[in-house]
């Protein structure tokens, strides 16, 4: 039982630190991105194949995670800042169909359909339970540093900056903003978040395929960041676990509801995830942590 309440919190980290990233890019900078999936696949994978087919250290593949999915969000991004904000959204959503299909056929790169299997773990799992909390605490101090990082920057003048032009670009422009460099920056920086949460996620299970990193694992993300609250730092982090708590606790709807197949229990967890949803939202339209009104700082 331990041991899966470790699993469970682990995996709540990870789509913590996945919440983080859309927090960055779409609640502070207004940039929908509905591929990121994608980016967290990117990261699972050259972290993944730089270690087991590499044989680099496994610091050294985080960091090799982190830098290509920011480099692949600096090429989704500034091919389409220009255009209308919608278009970025579909642009997201075609990239990360792109990276699942590619990574489903180019078998000499990617391990095919097959995955990657035997990617070096975080701890060893010799350790017995030990594997499960080590790795907890791990992926808690990405979740805690990522979180200090958000919460400076949304301090700072760049976050302001960001928040302007998130309400009004044009203003911002008309204000001597850079709207296209913001934008890139937030959005970059917001994959390469995506990324380490997906390198994180391939070493802890220790194995790496296409089947992992389905468009739902997008939804469940912006679930929980609108849940959470999209604009405040801790608002995502709670989202992203009360969803993981949430998914955990309607998997055993089936068992409550006599006559149900495990196909029917399955499509009640997804329509009771929406009921939850609904309810949230009904009762706290900006989340359970709503943004707050930043003062402007002192002269």
Not at 16 to 30: D, R, T
Not at 120 to 141: D, M, Y
Not at 206 to 226: K, N
Request: include cysteine; hydrophobic fraction near 55%; charged fraction near 10%.
């Amino acid at each position: 039982m331990l041991t899966y309440v470790l699993f469970a919190l682990v995996v709540g980290s990870i789509y913590a630190l996945l919440a983080q990233s859309l927090m960055l890019s779409w609640g502070l900078a207004g940039l929908v991105n509905l591929g990121l999936a994608g980016f967290f696949a990117l990261g699972a994978y050259a972290s993944a194949t730089s270690t087991t087919w590499g044989h680099v250290p496994v610091p050294v593949g985080i960091a090799l995670a982190v830098v290509a999915a920011a480099a692949a969000g600096f090429v989704v991004c500034v091919s389409t800042l220009r255009l209308r904000d919608d278009y970025l959204a579909i642009v997201t959503l075609g990239f990360a169909e792109v990276v699942r299909i590619v990574a489903s056929n180019e078998v000499w790169l990617t391990g095919g359909t097959d995955g990657i299997s035997g990617v070096p773990v975080l701890v060893p799992r010799s350790a017995g339970l030990g594997f499960h909390a080590g790795t907890l605490a791990i992926v808690a101090v990405a979740v805690a540093i990522v979180y200090a990082l958000q919460r400076r920057l949304l301090l700072s003048p760049w976050g302001r900056a960001l928040r302007a032009i998130r309400e009004d670009q044009i203003v911002a422009a008309v204000a001597g903003k850079s709207v296209v460099r913001f934008k890139a920056e937030a959005f970059c920086l917001a994959c390469a978040i995506a990324g380490l949460a997906g390198a994180l996620y391939g070493h802890y299970t220790s194995y790496v395929a296409p089947d992992q990193f389905q468009p739902l694992v997008s939804i469940y993300i912006f679930l929980a960041v609108t849940a959470g609250g999209k604009a405040r730092p801790a608002g995502p982090v709670v989202g992203a676990y009360a969803l993981v708590a949430f998914l955990e606790a309607t998997r055993f709807a089936g068992e409550l509801i006599p006559g149900v197949s495990p196909v029917q229990a399955a499509a009640l967890r997804e329509i009771l995830v929406g009921l939850g949803l609904l309810v949230v939202l009904g009762l706290r339209p900006e989340g359970l942590l709503p943004e707050r009104s930043q003062k402007a700082p002192a002269p």
